[in-house]
């Protein structure tokens, strides 16, 4: 049997401690979701790891939208989330034609030496996911969050279908826009990983975390 995974996004130490609690298998930090989420600061990365044994994934990205703001300053920032204690990240980047920005990701890279990684939803905003699908596997990341669509969930199944069939290459993990009642329909065509943030976040981002919704959600996958 696949084993499912929920991965949470948590924004501080007690977005943490409360997913763990709600049964979250892994967490993606990040800072800034008006930015639709940047890099932490180290002694953001600190204080995470302190309050759980969860598996972390740290973003690295510096800008809105999937252009590197600074390829150089990732790198220093990657470094710098290194010696925090970081061991795992996300980061994808595209160059201005739609394609993934394979040099800006192998620079970065080349300071995580071996570090697992995701690819994270730039695949949906790349002028062929399907393709790029492909591309992220060869960068050597382990998983690749997808919605299948810019525009979520909903509308990227048929696409979320396909790449979930391709699994052997890379992991799928399913979010952008994610609702409950998509779970099943998604496990039925192999989809196993499945990764939310404002679904257990019911008062808003401003609010915190919700452990009960993590646990709904735990249940579900």
Known sequence: ?????????????????????????????????????????????????AATDLPVRVMLRDAPGFAPGSVDGLRREAAALREAGATEFVLGFLRPDGRVDEDACRAVLAELDGCRWTFHRALDHSADPEAAWGVVAALGCDAVLAAGSPHGVADG??????????????????????????????????????????????????????ADAVRTWADLV
């Open 157 to 210: 199944f048929a696409v979320l279908e396909r790449l979930a069939a391709r699994q052997d290459e890379v992991a799928l993990l399913v979010g952008g826009g994610l609702q409950a009642g998509q779970v099943a329909p998604l496990k039925a065509v192999g989809a196993a990983g499945f990764h939310v943030g404002s679904a257990v976040r019911p008062g808003g981002w401003d609010a915190p975390l919700s």
């Open 1 to 49: 049997m696949v084993q499912t995974m929920l991965e949470v996004i948590a924004l501080d130490a007690a977005d943490a401690v409360a997913a763990q609690a709600g049964g979250a298998h892994r967490l993606e930090l990040v800072t800034d979701m008006a930015a639709d989420g940047l890099s932490p600061s180290p002694a953001l990365v600190r204080s995470v790891l």
